[in-house]
């Protein structure tokens, strides 16, 4: 086939693409119809559905993009990070900055795709977990050269990490996006990491903690935390 031809097809499912998380993250899926995503990439119905097969196609195909998107800039925000305990601060750091900035795309990933069981048989979810993958093999990594427990299953440490983000992007959907995401990442993160730090590096860090003062939640961010709790 003409390259120039499978280029000017990948533009337009490109321009396809961009179009649904738009509108996708702009209301539900079910309320969500392919006209309304043609109307907004400026495309034909009938071109969409030369390159999906229906709206749950065209849904299901929005992480590849995404994941791409992700993996590439964590892996361009971990260059020249050594320690794994750092590397998995950067990612937690990473994931809920990503997300910050993609409010559309949240939304489709955390109150759509994340509990769509059809979602989970398809090659997209593979792909979407890739941010999983990469956690992971930050986690062994840490596990090799002693920083993080390795009587620990790599997998349980994996999913306690994402869990604790996950919750933090869900609640800050459902409150409307009202609060900043990144505001706690620092203390959730630190909750989790002294859970894993291998023993040995847990006294060093606790003997160096010792010699300074303590890092505190203020009132103001206690108050502030209590309200975002409350719903």
Request: charge should be positive; proline fraction near 2%; charged fraction near 30%.
């Amino acid at each position: 086939m003409n390259p120039t031809h499978n280029r000017k097809k990948d533009m337009t499912r490109d321009q396809i693409v961009r179009a649904a998380i738009q509108v996708f993250g702009g209301k539900s899926y079910l309320e969500a119809n392919i006209s309304e995503i043609a109307q907004k990439a400026e495309v034909a119905e009938g071109t969409i559905y030369q390159h999906f097969k229906n709206k749950e196609d065209l849904l299901f195909f929005i992480p590849r993009e995404r994941t791409a998107a992700f993996c590439e800039g964590l892996e361009l925000h971990l260059q020249g990070i050594q320690d794994a305990s750092n590397k998995l601060a950067k990612f937690a750091w990473y994931y809920l900055y990503f997300f910050k900035e993609n409010p559309e795309y949240a939304r489709i990933a955390m109150l759509e795709l994340r509990v769509n069981k059809n979602f989970q048989k398809t090659k997209g979810y593979r792909l979407f977990r890739g941010w999983s993958d990469a956690l992971l093999d930050i986690i062994k990594e840490g596990q090799e050269e002693g920083t993080i427990r390795a009587d620990m299953d790599p997998h349980i440490v994996q999913e306690l990490l994402l869990g604790v983000l996950e919750h933090y992007v869900t609640r800050w959907l459902l409150k409307d996006e009202k609060w900043d995401l990144l505001e706690f990442r620092e203390h959730a993160v630190d909750l989790v990491l002294n859970g894993i730090r291998a023993r040995d590096v847990q006294g060093t860090k606790g003997e160096a903690a010792r010699k300074e003062k303590p890092s505190e939640i203020t009132s103001s961010q206690k108050k502030t935390f209590k309200n975002k709790q409350m719903v």
